[in-house]
Structure formats: structure tokens, C-alpha cells
């Protein structure tokens, strides 16, 4: 009698485990794919001028300036941005 017990021990935690890593992989999944959400629809300046920026400058320190800077304010963005890159580069050397 143990080892049905124990079988059904064992069934339990691992359908237990395989719930878990599925829940952890749906918020992995969901994570993604509102990222991308919310780059096509960044109201506080245009695709194309991020665009240029983040090759200019790279996606942190554009995604940082975003966050920082007031809304549609796209001058305090690129200052911003380059500040950011520059301090970056700067402590490199």
C-alpha cells in the first residue's frame, strides 16, 4: 500500500511543478508581448524619431529619457537620451 501512496505523491508534485512553470511561462509570454504593445503606441513622440534616436543613442538610454522627460516634450527626450549615452561611454574610459 506505501507505494501507491508514494506514486500518487509523486503525480501530485510533479503536475504541481508543470503548473508552475507553465504559470511563470504565461507571465514571461504576456511581458513580451505588451513590451511591444507599448512600443507601437508611445504617444510622447513618433516611431521614426525614436527610431533614429535609439540608433544614435541605444534603447536604454531613449526608454530612460521617455520615462523622464514630460509628455511630448521630444527636445528634452533626444537632450536627454545623448546625456544619458554620454555619461555611459564617458565611464567606460
Same mark, same amino acid.
Given at each position: &500500500?506505501?507505494?501507491?501512496? $508514494?506514486?500518487?505523491?509523486?503525480?501530485?508534485?510533479?503536475?504541481?511543478?508543470?503548473?508552475?512553470v507553465a504559470a511563470a511561462a504565461g507571465r514571461i509570454a504576456t511581458a513580451i508581448f505588451q513590451e511591444e504593445k507599448q512600443l507601437e503606441? &508611445?504617444?510622447?513622440?513618433?516611431? $521614426?524619431?525614436?527610431?533614429?534616436?535609439?540608433?544614435?543613442?541605444g534603447r536604454w538610454a531613449v526608454v530612460t529619457a521617455i520615462g523622464v522627460c514630460p509628455h511630448d516634450d521630444w527636445r528634452c527626450i533626444e537632450r536627454e537620451a545623448?546625456?544619458?549615452?554620454?555619461?555611459r561611454v564617458y565611464r567606460r574610459m
Open positions: &500500500m506505501p507505494s501507491q501512496l $508514494d506514486a500518487v505523491f509523486g503525480w501530485g508534485f510533479t503536475l504541481i511543478g508543470l503548473a508552475a503606441f &508611445m504617444p510622447s513622440i513618433s516611431l $521614426d524619431k525614436r527610431l533614429e534616436l535609439e540608433e544614435k543613442y545623448k546625456r544619458l549615452y554620454e555619461s
